[in-house]
């Protein structure tokens, strides 16, 4: 079974750090492209950040372009998410995603001082 | 582009309702289309993908389609049940990234 399990949210000040982790398990990790995803209190989805298995090729939303860092490590099965200058706007669940196959349950960002 | 979705619909337990989502630049046929559900408090989950085609263990009552008259896809789920109630959100591609629509309040009364 296709499984996806983030940590790593947490309260954080605007401008701070947060490294958000996701676990994979249940498939060949290094086949694949994975995505973060995310979903304000009471919004709809928002594609982040996208990472394809070799990390050759990699892309941002405009929205986190400079800021947050996408990566993985095939050989832990993992996946992160580095998020710098945070933001208010920034709160969010954030969910890991193998394509349309399998979501994480998320972990949530709370960007507040 | 922008995927347009209407904010709600709703509609008895038993009957038939579409939701749509429609692209507003370049053609729903360049990219495939999903359709996820999240229900209240949940992780949303697949229930078309590819267009029309359905995971495994997703009821046949959900169906999937686009039109390139009108450059919008679809989703019709059929026999209403309560459970269905949820948000449904359109999801398709701008080259590699992902685009979705604002998502759909489906209330099933």
């Known amino acids: 079974e296709v499984q996806l399990v983030e940590s790593g949210g947490g309260l954080v000040k605007p401008g701070g750090s947060l490294r958000l982790s996701c676990a994979a398990s249940?498939?060949?990790?290094?086949?694949?492209?994975i995505h973060w995803v995310r979903q304000a209190p009471g919004k709809g989805l928002e594609w982040v950040s996208s990472?394809?298995?070799?990390?050759?090729?990699?892309y941002y939303a405009d929205s986190v372009k400079g800021r947050f860092t996408i990566s993985r490590d095939n050989a832990k099965n993992s996946l992160y998410l580095q998020m710098n200058s945070l933001r208010a706007e920034d709160t969010a669940v954030y969910y890991c995603?193998?394509?349309?196959?399998?979501w994480g349950q998320g972990t949530l960002v709370t960007v507040s001082s | 582009f922008i995927l347009t979705q209407p904010h709600s619909v709703s509609e008895s337990p038993g009957k038939t309702v579409t939701i749509s989502c429609t692209r507003s630049?370049?053609?729903?046929?360049?990219?495939?289309v999903q359709w996820y559900q999240q229900r209240p408090g949940s992780t949303p989950s697949t229930v078309i993908y590819?267009?029309?085609?359905?995971p495994s263990g997703v009821s046949d009552r959900f169906s999937g389609s686009i039109d390139s008259s009108s450059n919008s896809a679809s989703l019709t789920i059929s026999g209403l049940k309560t459970e269905d109630e949820a948000d449904y959100y359109c999801?398709?591609?701008?080259?590699?990234?992902?685009?979705f629509g604002g998502g759909t309040k489906l209330t099933v009364l």
């Open positions: 990472i394809t298995g070799n990390s050759a090729y990699i």
């Open positions: 249940g498939f060949t990790f290094s086949d694949y492209t």
């Open positions: 999801q398709s591609y701008d080259g590699t990234n992902w685009v």
């Open positions: 995603a193998r394509d349309w196959v399998a």
């Open positions: 590819e267009d029309n085609q359905r």
């Open positions: 630049s370049g053609s729903i046929a360049n990219n495939y």
